[in-house]
């Protein structure tokens, strides 16, 4: 009985995971029948329980799962539909056989087949132990496989990238933001500087939405130790707020976040900058108050965020912007 379920349920990983190209609507149909008729036979909830059990006594079928797939883990013939049902503490024990094949699918040439590596490889940062991650320079090892995807176009692969970038770096190296000690450069400024690099030069809407979404974290976990990237950063927040972004403004509203949130761990830097950055402020005011193709509710946020930003620089140089005049002139 318990090797017809390791097979039976090694078919229905194939069919009726997700859908993708090696997959169709009879057979997923026909898989998922099979699941179900498992699952009754055996006892098992779903097919996460199935996997890992539940006791020292009922432990699941991973194990085995594993052993009868290993020599088919390559590029193309992985998927993810066993791995991203295991959490902790049951993946930890497997980790040697889910890494390397992981690995290996993340760095495909497919961007739909990268997409689901790199999915796979955040599931194993999420569900493993740090202490396990860092033993045998795996998570070093993940950092250089995840840090070579941030030169790729594909703004979804880079989406998934930056995500997952940020929890790893957690477990290499401690936030910038709380090091009490004098704060080097680290991965951190690594990431952050190539990000700002490729936003600078980027023209992709879709790109430009990819990596405004994701600094405001970036910036976050910096810290104070973002003045070491101000220049570079300005530029970035300066143009990226010059430009209009229909329907929803998504980019705008981002920069003004990771203005904000750069105001608030580096002011002591930015008084030199608030000229520049209050002239950027005041022609967006302008350019939002007469734009006759936002929505009120939009055009609200963007005059609020905005006026967040004003205050903040006026703390920043010490009351030199007086805000109460700004905020009289945008009501008029």
Not at 211 to 228: H, K, N
Not at 284 to 303: A, E, F, G, I
Not at 315 to 326: E, I, K
Request: charged share 20%.
């Amino acid at each position: 009985m318990h090797l017809l379920t390791v097979s039976l349920f090694e078919f229905w990983c194939v069919y009726v995971c997700q859908d993708q190209v090696w997959t169709s609507t009879a057979s997923r149909a026909a898989a998922q029948h099979l699941q179900e008729a498992l699952l009754s036979a055996g006892g098992w909830r779903d097919s996460a329980h199935l996997l890992m059990g539940d006791t020292e006594e009922s432990r699941g079928i991973l194990g085995e799962i594993l052993h009868i797939l290993q020599p088919q883990l390559t590029k193309c013939s992985f998927f993810t539909c066993v791995l991203v049902q295991v959490t902790r503490p049951s993946l930890s024990p497997h980790l040697p056989h889910l890494l390397p094949p992981s690995l290996l699918f993340s760095d495909h040439h497919r961007p739909e087949n990268c997409m689901l590596g790199v999915r796979c490889l955040h599931h194993i940062v999420l569900n493993t132990p740090a202490a396990e991650l860092r033993q045998f320079n795996r998570a070093e090892v993940l950092y250089q496989a995840l840090f070579k995807h941030l030169y790729t176009t594909e703004a979804t692969v880079i989406q998934l990238v930056l995500a997952c970038l940020l929890d790893l770096l957690l477990i290499l190296e401690k936030p910038p933001s709380c090091s009490s000690s004098r704060r080097k450069p680290c991965r951190h400024d690594d990431v952050l500087r190539l990000v700002l690099t490729h936003m600078e030069a980027e023209n992709k809407v879709v790109l430009r939405r990819v990596y405004a979404a994701a600094l405001p974290a970036y910036i976050d976990r910096m810290g104070v130790a973002v003045c070491r990237h101000l220049r570079r950063l300005e530029r970035v927040v300066l143009g990226y707020l010059e430009v209009r972004d229909p329907p929803q403004e998504t980019t705008r509203l981002k920069m003004l976040e990771a203005l904000q949130k750069t105001a608030r761990a580096a002011w002591p830097r930015m008084q030199c900058r608030v000229n520049v950055l209050l002239r950027c402020l005041l022609r967006l005011l302008v350019d939002v108050s007469s734009d006759t193709d936002l929505c009120d509710s939009l055009k609200q946020q963007l005059m609020d965020q905005s006026a967040a930003c004003i205050r903040l620089l006026d703390a920043c140089s010490r009351g030199s912007v007086q805000v109460s005049h700004l905020l009289y002139w945008q009501a008029g």
